[in-house]
Structures are given as structure tokens and as C-alpha cells.
């Protein structure tokens, strides 16, 4: 069974710093293509970053320079580190393993006040 669990969301203030963590099982995300994606209520759910299985990392314009995806392969944990963090990041985070096999996390907020 494949599970994909997040945690870290809160609230934070505007230029404060979160870290989310996705715990997985029953696939190795050293071989998938692990990304976070958000998703404001109304709205599409939105990319955020990706990490392929080469560790080569890409991120949407808007987090570039502020958000950084990481992975620790020994414990198949997936991270975002949240830096600088803007009202406008407040949306629920979700851990996706894109390929070779899609899954979902269940989603974990994250609210930046002004």
C-alpha cells in the first residue's frame, strides 16, 4: 500500500520560514518523480517544485529563490523548505509522486498572515 503523509504546515507570519516534510511508503522516491503542489480554495490545485530521480531539481517562477525541494533517501522522506514566505503562499500542500506511479498526500495548510 502506498502512502504519501505530510506535516510541517502552520501559521506563520510574512518572511517567516516553514518546512514540510512528506513521509512515503510502499514506493522509493529515489526512483519517482516526487513534486509539492498547492491549492487555494476556487481555485486549480497549482505546481510548486519537482525532484527527478537524478536530483536535479525545478520550481515555479513565483517560489524560485525561496522554496527548496529536497529529499533524504534513506528515510524516504520528500521536503519542501519554505522561505520568505508571502501571504500569497497560504494554500494546502500536497506531496505527489508524478512518476512512474501517481499518488497523493492528503494535504497540509499552510497560512501566512500579513
Known amino acids: 500500500q502506498v502512502q504519501l503523509v505530510e506535516s510541517g504546515g502552520g501559521l506563520v507570519r510574512s518572511g517567516e520560514s516553514l518546512r514540510l516534510s512528506c513521509s512515503v511508503s510502499g514506493i522509493h522516491i529515489s526512483t519517482n518523480v516526487m513534486g509539492w503542489f498547492r491549492q487555494v480554495p476556487g481555485k486549480e490545485r497549482e505546481y510548486v517544485a519537482t525532484i527527478v530521480p537524478n536530483g536535479e531539481k525545478f520550481y515555479v517562477d513565483s517560489v524560485k529563490g525561496r522554496f527548496t525541494i529536497s529529499r533524504d533517501i534513506s528515510k524516504n522522506i520528500l521536503f519542501l523548505q519554505m522561505d520568505t514566505l508571502k501571504p500569497e503562499d497560504t494554500a494546502v500542500y500536497y506531496c505527489?509522486?508524478?512518476?512512474?506511479?501517481?499518488?497523493w498526500g492528503q494535504g497540509t495548510q499552510v497560512t501566512v498572515s500579513s
Open positions: 505527489r509522486s508524478i512518476r512512474p506511479q501517481d499518488y
